[in-house]
């Protein structure tokens, strides 16, 4: 998923007192998507180090470093950032140096180790920890399966007024470029052209562009068929109640996102947020982020295979992974430049 349009605020805490006596407690402020908000994920972590985690979503990488800006140096302790814009923080110098040789790296999936959009110079600043697709979610009693293996049929004049597109430029930009046979990494200035006119295709048949819980409620109440951009984080959190609301990656392929944890530069508990870190991307703490009440993804971490249950690993499609890696593309890195002209075709787009 890419930044995605999630708005709530939420805060974790633990009970203090350790050894029967009131003590205050160390804390540890971290910005995160909401997948870390969830209390199974975070109340084992403050157990075991007798903490408390403060825990702040945000909105957006540009909404997170306008944050951090503006707060005063030590204010926060970790991040949870997309992983194509890591970069971005490293240029900014707020995350601080990770000791790699403490990241077990070497157990995870190794096509999401992605060292060189965690690293700069070969310095270590943040670590991949969860992954998945943006690809079709969609109504397997409402729509023909088969079209949904192909881009060109998902939004054909079948499913005219039974599509959402979910509202993030990169990852739907992605699969309109994928389905002329365009790589995302071969995104320029010129491919803007025939991915401008599948994107005016794909908006003409939708009935809505929409942020992750609209298009989730869209897609659940029937509103729509086929979410555009979708995948198993939109929908893996239904899968027991509504086994027909699935996805999958067409044979063009898909778009492949990923999401980092680093430490910030200036913390003022570095030991505690590296633990923190550390336990994030261990099984225990993978397998709890995996299958988060928010939204479901695949963990880094192979090793989180052996915690996750049988049921679990079949929701996330665990044995299809490597078929899926193989098949898929990251999202596009635009420079600055491009990116303005993606943002203003994408704007264009929807004003349509």
């Given at each position: ?11 974790t ?20 998507w ?18 408390t985690v ?13 944050l951090?800006e ?15 814009d ?15 040789e ?11 180790v ?7 110079d ?8 969860k ?49 002329q ?18 994107l ?5 048949r ?28 939109l ?20 778009v ?29 703490g ?45 999202y ?13 075709l ?7």
């Amino acid at each position: 998923m890419t930044y995605r349009t999630f708005t709530r605020l939420a805060a974790t805490t633990a009970l203090a007192g350790l050894g029967g006596a009131a003590a205050a407690q160390e804390e540890l402020n971290a910005l995160v998507w909401c997948d870390h908000t969830d209390p199974a994920l975070i109340e084992p972590f403050e157990e075991a180090h007798g903490v408390t985690v403060n825990l702040r979503e945000y909105e957006g990488t540009g909404a997170a470093l306008a944050l951090l800006e503006q707060s005063r140096p030590g204010d926060w302790d970790v991040l949870v950032i997309d992983g194509i814009d890591v970069f971005r923080a490293i240029d900014a110098g707020i995350l601080a140096a990770l000791p790699e040789e403490e990241l077990p790296t070497a157990d995870f999936f190794p096509e999401v180790v992605m060292a060189e959009n965690n690293s700069r110079d070969g310095v270590t600043y943040a670590v991949t920890e969860k992954f998945g697709y943006n690809t079709i979610s969609y109504n397997a009693n409402a729509v023909d399966p088969a079209d949904m293996e192909d881009l060109t049929r998902v939004w054909s004049e079948a499913y005219d007024g039974r599509i959402s597109i979910y509202d993030y430029y990169l990852p739907v930009m992605g699969l309109a470029a994928m389905a002329q046979g365009i790589d995302t990494a071969a995104i320029d200035a010129e491919a803007l052209g025939p991915i401008g006119e599948t994107l005016a295709e794909m908006r003409s048949r939708a009935a809505s562009v929409a942020g992750v819980v609209a298009a989730q409620t869209a897609l659940a109440t029937g509103e729509v068929d086929i979410v555009v951009g979708g995948g198993e984080w939109l929908t893996a959190v239904l899968a027991e109640e509504r086994p027909e609301l699935t996805w999958t990656i067409p044979s063009q392929g898909a778009v492949r996102w990923t999401q980092s944890i680093g430490v910030l530069e200036g913390s003022e508990n570095p030991d505690l947020a590296l633990e923190f870190v550390k336990y994030i991307v261990s099984p225990e703490g993978q397998a709890r982020l995996a299958t988060s009440s928010c939204f479901w993804g695949m963990p880094a971490n192979a090793a989180a295979g052996d915690v996750l249950t049988d049921e679990q690993k079949a929701v996330l499609r665990w044995d299809d992974q490597e078929d899926y890696l193989a098949r898929t593309q990251l999202y596009p890195a635009p420079d600055t430049d491009l990116d303005i002209e993606m943002q203003d075709l994408w704007l264009n787009t929807l004003q349509q």
